[in-house]
């Protein structure tokens, strides 16, 4: 099978800033998106054939140069074009994301056109039969006439008719829109299936569910239980919810003040002996709380998110005793009291509204936050930000009346405080009939039917393997996931792949890597994307990967952003340190996240544990607000993390090709327990640049156990004169 151009090579080509904007293949694969994006709730099956490959993930065997990208064959820009090494038996490979009816290709040549080739067909990827073949091809603009049902189409070049490669403006395939060759037509909306409990506050019973889903939960850390309590508007007495693994609740309400709990939404650490550090992947949403003692406790680690909540009180982000926890996220909310940090090492705070802030352990960020403390680094240690350069809210389940839809929020540039603190928040109402309600047990290729068929999806509580990767493909197409759903992928595929079109949506879900070595596990955009999407972004939200843990799981690298304009806003990416399956080579995974576009933007970002970078950067002007990171534990020695001359993989890597940089916020600590002796040369690298900054910038030793000669390059001082203590290197800015 041919495997196209690996994601690990060298960088793709970037737009500057003056010439990148504005480009009409951009403006019509944005129109196109519009468009489709008003697919009407149960769309019909066309006996028309219409195009299906522009703006599907496509492949080759060569480029003649970082030019001309695959990519550029099905952008509908006929002044753009891919072109091959100056060789034969080359190939273009597009894939439809799903089974689909083909009737016809037609193929633009340029100048560099195949004299003999062939038109293949695949359902798989493997094995590939002939649809069409000519040895007399005449270049131009050929139309040629198919049947055959496929997921997979490809221009096989046998032999050139010049000196150099074969070279498409345009590579149209045309078929059905069924989706999957003639499949049934898969209904949209329909009931969430049996691990969402919806309840009003006339439910009985309301407090005996919350205790037993959290006796079940409270400490399956890694079990395969999953659930999501929905309250309708109205007020609700008297309930203590204590939110375990894998839970969330969250208002149906478009509003906070819509859905009221006199009492408390609590996570503690009991079971943990009074250690939050492991309290992780849970949230909570959309609800004002009224707590009981005028202060809601809140013990998280990472990926626990805290959005759209309004605390009529004071917020405890410690466990009971103050024992250790370890990060967590808030955004779009409003803590009318203050904010107790007391041991949480890091935390991030984005456009919300707290009335006071206390203590500062060791990085605590914020950016668009009415009441924050003022910038303080590195004592105290807090880094604050007037404004959040630009976001745009997670989307969320509501009832409108007696009807479910999604809000998506609008985007904001430059935004402080909530979203909806005047009132209705800004932003498009989607329809539940305008998604695939997926289920417990629903496949990858009926997942993939039912993008192609033009809906969105809404993943319900549960664990799905996927056995192909599911592509979402159309523009402003919304994956939301409820109660943690959780994607494993067999086979070593990847699980998620997006085309570089506008305004997708990922929110709410986790990626958990498969026994079989996955290339990578969520790809924003085919290598070489260079559509601009400043307008109308992709964002990844509350979106979580793991290797290992819950069993043995790989992946040489778990997240790769090659889409511009990207917003990555609260993410874990984590190769697990604990739990099942887990050893340096029992769950392998080289790279965390991997960011090629230009103009990509994270706002709380978590990454650690990996083999090798945990994060690296090559588009230009990316920006970082919060980062945390742990070097992997269990490195064996010092020579299994030996970089070249260089001791260790910096915990964030710049590349030395990039121009412009900044990042705010930014920890990296060491814990190497198996051999204490181990030394990082740095936490972090980047080139010198007049355009490449960082501020406030820490590296700690936990406990003595490894440490760090720098912070970044060769600033900062060594953490190795702190001993045990646990008390960080800092660095205010660089350079």
Not at 290 to 295: D, E, I, M, R
Not at 588 to 605: E, I
Not at 668 to 685: A, C, L, M, R
Request: negative net charge; charged residues 15%.
């Amino acid at each position: 099978m041919p495997t196209g151009i690996p994601v690990d090579a060298s960088p793709r080509r970037r737009r500057p800033a003056s010439t990148r904007r504005g480009i009409a293949g951009v403006v019509t694969t944005a129109l196109f998106g519009s468009l489709l994006a008003l697919v009407p709730s149960s769309p019909a099956a066309s006996a028309e054939p219409v195009l299906v490959s522009q703006g599907k993930s496509v492949t080759a065997s060569s480029q003649e140069h970082y030019g001309t990208p695959a990519t550029d064959a099905v952008d509908g820009d006929n002044g753009s074009r891919w072109a091959s090494a100056a060789s034969d038996a080359q190939w273009l490979q597009v894939d439809l994301g799903a089974a689909t009816e083909l009737s016809k290709v037609v193929l633009q040549w340029e100048a560099a056109y195949a004299k003999a080739y062939r038109i293949e067909l695949s359902t798989n990827g493997t094995d590939w039969s002939t649809a069409y073949s000519t040895t007399t091809g005449a270049g131009g603009t050929e139309t040629v006439n198919i049947t055959g049902t496929a997921r997979y189409v490809r221009m096989q070049g046998v032999t050139r008719a010049t000196g150099y490669g074969y070279s498409l403006w345009e590579f149209k395939v045309f078929g059905s829109t069924g989706g999957d060759g003639g499949g049934p037509t898969l209904p949209g909306g329909g009931d969430l299936g049996p691990n969402v409990h919806v309840v009003d506050p006339s439910t009985p019973g309301i407090q005996a569910k919350l205790d037993q889903v959290f006796q079940e939960q409270e400490s399956a850390q890694f079990g395969s239980g999953r659930h999501a309590f929905l309250l309708k508007p109205g007020t609700y007495n008297n309930l203590n919810a204590q939110i375990g693994f894998y839970t969330q609740i969250a208002g149906l309400g478009l509003r906070p003040g819509d859905t009221t709990i006199n009492g408390d939404v609590t996570v503690d650490a009991g079971w943990f002996n009074g250690n939050a550090t492991q309290n992780f992947w849970r949230g909570a949403e959309g609800l004002t709380v009224n707590p009981v003692s005028g202060t809601n406790r809140w013990a998280v680690s990472q990926a626990s998110s805290f959005r759209r909540m309004h605390v009529k009180g004071a917020l405890n982000l410690a466990p009971n005793g103050y024992g250790w926890a370890s990060g967590g996220y808030i955004a779009d909310s409003k803590v009318d009291g203050q904010v107790g940090n007391y041991s949480q090492q890091q935390w991030y705070t984005r456009d919300s509204s707290i009335g006071g802030w206390s203590n500062s352990v060791w990085n605590q960020t914020f950016s668009g936050v009415e009441g924050a403390p003022a910038n303080g680094f590195p004592e105290p240690r807090y880094t604050t930000l007037e404004t959040t350069p630009v976001s745009r809210e997670k989307p969320y389940l509501y009832l409108d009346g007696n009807e479910y839809k999604v809000f998506a929020p609008a985007k904001r540039t430059n935004a402080r405080g909530t979203t909806w603190a005047n009132g209705t928040p800004q932003g498009e109402s989607v329809p539940l009939s305008r998604f695939y309600v997926v289920k417990p047990g629903a496949t990858a290729a009926t997942i993939n039917r039912a993008l192609a068929q033009g809906l969105n999806l809404l993943f319900t509580p549960g664990v799905y393997h996927v056995d192909q990767t599911i592509n979402v493909n159309r523009a402003n197409t919304i994956v939301l996931g409820l109660g943690l759903a959780t994607i494993i992928p067999d086979n070593g595929v990847t699980a998620m792949k997006v085309a570089d079109v506008d305004g997708v949506r990922l929110a709410g879900f986790l990626i958990d890597a498969g026994a079989v070595n996955s290339p990578t596990l969520l790809e924003l955009g085919p290598q070489n994307s260079s559509a601009d999407h400043a307008a109308n972004p992709t964002t990844v939200q509350d979106v979580y990967i793991r290797v290992g843990g819950a069993g043995a799981g790989k992946a040489t690298t778990s997240m790769v952003v090659n889409s511009d304009d990207a917003i990555v806003d609260h993410t874990w990416v984590w190769r697990a340190d604990h739990g099942e399956g887990v050893g340096w080579e029992t769950n392998r995974a080289d790279y965390g996240v991997r960011v090629n576009g230009d103009d990509v933007l994270a706002t709380g970002l978590f990454v650690e544990h990996f083999n090798k970078y945990d994060v690296e950067w090559f588009g230009e002007r990316g920006k970082t607000v919060f980062y945390q990171n742990e070097k992997a534990y269990d490195a064996p020695n010092q020579a299994a993390i030996q970089n070249g001359s260089t001791r260790g993989y910096a915990a964030y890597r710049v590349d030395d090709s990039v121009n412009t940089h900044e990042a705010w916020g930014l920890g990296s600590y060491s814990n190497y327990n198996v051999d204490p002796t181990i030394i990082q040369d740095h936490g972090f690298k980047a080139p010198v640049k007049p355009g490449v900054k960082f501020h406030s910038l820490l590296t700690v030793s936990l406990g003595g156990n490894g440490h760090y000669a720098h912070v970044i390059n060769d600033t900062g001082a060594s953490t190795v004169p702190a001993g045990t203590s646990t008390v960080p290197s800092t660095v205010v800015s660089f350079p």
